[in-house]
């Protein structure tokens, strides 16, 4: 089981790195910062070279970087399933956590493979 998490969240990260640079920039900038200087001292930004070279560093990658990208992805794989089912709830005190999982056998195959990587990593 913890093999298939390991190799899940491998996955996980390496399609945020194939994601759009806008999403979770902002938290990216903070929790990859350091990340990308170490790993990627001399890599002009633009066209997607920083998120190469990070892509082909997945292994060293710090686990706050790690944590950033899996959370991108969480909430990329699950944007339509809250619209869906949970467009009228504010999020805040576990009230979106609460109505996905109310909601869970009508979630997406993605969403809910987001929902249990993201339980498992609270273990």
């Not at 390991?6 to 900038?29: D, H, K, Q, R, W």
């Not at 998120?51 to 699950?78: F, H, P, Q, T």
Request: hydrophobic letters at 45%; proline letters at 2%; a positive charge.
């Amino acid at each position: 089981m913890t093999r298939l998490i390991g190799i899940t969240s491998s996955l996980f990260l390496g399609i945020a790195l194939l994601l759009p640079s806008s999403m979770a920039s902002a938290e990216l900038a903070g929790a990859g910062l350091k990340d990308a200087k170490s790993m990627c001292p001399g890599v002009v930004p633009g066209g997607g070279k920083i998120r190469d070279c990070l892509k082909a560093n997945l292994r060293g990658l710090s686990d706050e970087c790690k944590d950033v990208l899996v959370k991108a992805v969480n909430v990329k794989a699950c944007a339509a399933d809250v619209k869906q089912h949970c467009a009228d709830v504010k999020a805040g005190e576990g009230r979106l956590e609460a109505c996905m999982k109310s909601h869970v056998a009508n979630l997406s195959d993605a969403c809910k493979v987001a929902m249990a990587n993201a339980a498992a990593g609270d273990d």
